[in-house]
């Protein structure tokens, strides 16, 4: 009788019993945590930065070269900043200071003379009346007899400032310069005789500009004019060409004679246009009458 038990395993190739594999674990249902590096410490002193080498700022782990401001960038600032300052400070001293209080309005009371007034006290102190008034065509000579009239301004012998200036070859300067002198007003008469052709004029100028009005209308340069004095006048001029002009915008010649003489604030002006040298006795003649019925 054998005493090994029953349930007992035999030994051997023979007697040697197979055993079922055990089950395999179940497959994780979550992915395993990453595995965390271990932490570095810091040196306690970095070393230092080679010479030359830009400072480093790190932001985020990423080293990145330090901003620099430029001596531009420096100066607009400056720039900048100063009015904004220097108006703060002017702003926060005059805020400071106690308000200057304004002047009161005031203004002179109306006041009446109760005395009359003396009409002939007043006149004489009152601006002198022009030396010449009144209808000045009533001055002018009359043209000679067998003469041909021609046409001054609209025909009744009064001269606007438009007029006089047509008569000269810069129409435009010679208007302006007119009404920039006091142009007051003007008559002329005009007639041809033979070839030759007369203007006669009497301009009236303000009385604050007579004098500078005067001395302009006297030529800067007589060289090629022979000179001389109205008749019974030392404050004139007589003036005629030695040499023939050109018309403007034309080849036609002509020979000039002008006279000049001032009475008061009118400007007395004789000018003949020749086809020939002017003929100074005759014209010397016509000067000289006009003065004695303008004085």
Known sequence: MSTESAGATETGAAGTAATAPAAPPPAPTTAPAPTTAPTVAAPAFAPAPPPGAPD????????????????GAMFLAAVLAGPVIGA??????QSSRPPTPLPKITA????????????????AAGPSPLAIDGDLRKLLIERPAGSTELTVGDGDGWLSAADRAETFDDSEREFTGLLEDGFRRAAAVRWRSGDDSFRISLIQYSQESVVKTITGAVPRSTADMVVSKIPGNTDSYLMTAKDPYHYARSTE????????????TVLMTVQVFAKNPVDRAQFEDIAKRQWEKLA
């Open 253 to 264: 010649t002509y020979y000039y004679g002008e006279a000049l003489a001032r009475k008061g």
């Open 88 to 93: 703060a400070v002017g702003y926060a001293i």
């Open 56 to 71: 480093l700022i790190e932001a985020g782990g990423v080293a990145r070269p330090r901003r620099r401001l430029g001596a």
């Open 108 to 123: 002179p009371r109306l006041s009446y003379s109760a005395a009359r007034v003396d009409p002939q006290a007043l006149a």
